[in-house]
């Protein structure tokens, strides 16, 4: 991925997820393809989401920072397929 794509907003659903994790300093599993197109897996806190020229954002505690369109999967949850039927375990991690 280089910083010139254009950007893909992730599912809002997914984004609550996100929020949610962050809220709680959740350790989570992280999956995300760098500015290398490498793809990369952590173990993190979510320290905050933010948009910027209307591109959304994640900085992680481990020091990484990049574009939502980046990610692959958070706790096993696919970005790309994240539809919440059951709203009782809409949170649980």
């Avoid at 991925?1 to 994790?21: E, G, V």
């Avoid at 933010?50 to 959304?56: H, I, P």
């Avoid at 020091?63 to 994240?82: A, E």
Wanted: glycine share 2%; hydrophobic share 35%.
């Amino acid at each position: 991925m280089t910083a010139f794509q254009k950007y893909t907003p992730i599912n809002c659903s997914f984004f609550d997820r996100l929020q949610h994790w962050s809220t709680r300093k959740e350790i989570v599993e992280i999956i995300f393809i760098d500015k290398d197109a490498n793809t990369n897996t952590l173990r993190t806190r979510i320290l905050d989401l933010f948009t910027k020229n209307s591109e959304e954002f994640i900085v992680l505690e481990s020091g990484h920072k990049f574009r939502l369109d980046q990610l692959i999967s958070v706790n096993g949850l696919m970005v790309s397929s994240c539809e919440i039927d059951n709203p009782k375990s809409r949170y649980d991690s």
